[in-house]
């Protein structure tokens, strides 16, 4: 049982409190305050619990995680045991992003555009309606530019809505063998002011797999040179240094690897933040 005093909660009252971990190995169960949150049997994925309703202000508020794994042996690799991935506090206004809440696609990619769809889930906390809207845009390296499809609309009390945007994204040309970085960004607005800003980092590629002329990324042929980045450290101890997974990407890159498999378990968020400047740099 590991207790974490949290900071009086005077300055989050009226807010949306949220508490996500990155990984806990295993059998994870979590209170705050006494007050039960839930139990993760899977070690290896990200889950949050909602704070908000037992937050007590004027005080320190605890948070209390147990962890279960003396059932051995459960793995075939050295798991860790423990919170052994990050943690992170969002504090957010009652009308945000939901969690995980935007989904962006490419359903048409050429040499000269390509269209993006960016559906974003809005979620209301609060004790009323609220009249928002959220219209989504996105930024290249040689321009930024709002979507059409993101007008006004109403989100209920306790509700989630979905809003869907397209547009043509007129990015700067695909070059062989690299993506096209853009950054997609969703922001709520209730009565003309910003409650809520959730960037999305997405790369633009065409990827074809031709019976006579293998694999092609924007046109190019592409030979397979792939790696497999397995669990997070286990050499080094769990909690995995970010400099750690950045030397790991970095030393893949030179050596000619192109795509990058995480084994077979939900691998830690700073990964996808390396593979995104390794994919842009090659």
């Not at 769809?117 to 321009?143: H, L, M």
């Not at 960037?199 to 092609?216: M, N, Q, S, W, Y």
Request: proline share 6%; charged share 20%.
């Amino acid at each position: 049982m590991v207790p974490q005093a949290l900071p009086s909660a005077r300055s989050v009252r009226g807010r949306t409190v949220t508490i996500e971990f990155g990984g806990i190995y295993e059998n994870s169960e979590v209170w705050i305050n006494g007050q039960y949150l839930g139990k993760r049997p899977y070690g290896y994925i990200p889950f949050s619990y909602d704070l908000t309703p037992h937050l007590v202000f004027g005080r320190d508020n605890v948070i209390a995680v147990k962890v279960d794994n003396s059932h051995q042996t459960n793995c075939r690799w050295y798991s860790g045991s423990g919170i052994y991935r990050r943690t992170w506090l969002l504090v957010t206004n009652p009308v945000h992003v939901a969690y995980w809440g935007t989904f962006v696609t490419t359903p048409h990619v050429s040499q000269e555009a390509a269209t993006m769809q960016i559906e974003t889930r809005v979620r209301n906390d609060g004790t009323r309606a609220a009249g928002a809207r959220w219209p989504p845009a996105y930024s290249t390296r040689t321009a930024k530019r709002a979507v059409r499809g993101g007008g006004p609309g109403g989100c209920g009390r306790g509700r989630l809505r979905v809003r869907t945007a397209g547009d043509g994204c007129q990015a700067q040309p695909l070059v062989g063998g690299q993506s096209v970085p853009v950054q997609s960004r969703s922001t709520v607005r209730v009565e003309d002011r910003v409650v809520d800003q959730y960037d999305t980092p997405i790369g633009i590629r065409e990827a074809v797999f031709d019976a006579d002329k293998g694999f092609l990324l924007n046109g190019e042929h592409v030979k397979l040179n792939g790696v497999c980045i397995h669990h997070d450290a286990g050499c080094v101890g769990l909690p995995c240094p970010s400099g750690c997974g950045n030397g790991a990407s970095s030393c893949c890159a030179r050596w000619g690897a192109t795509p990058s498999a995480p084994a077979t378990i939900p691998t830690r968020r700073s990964f996808w933040t390396c593979a995104t400047a390794w994919d842009s740099s090659s």
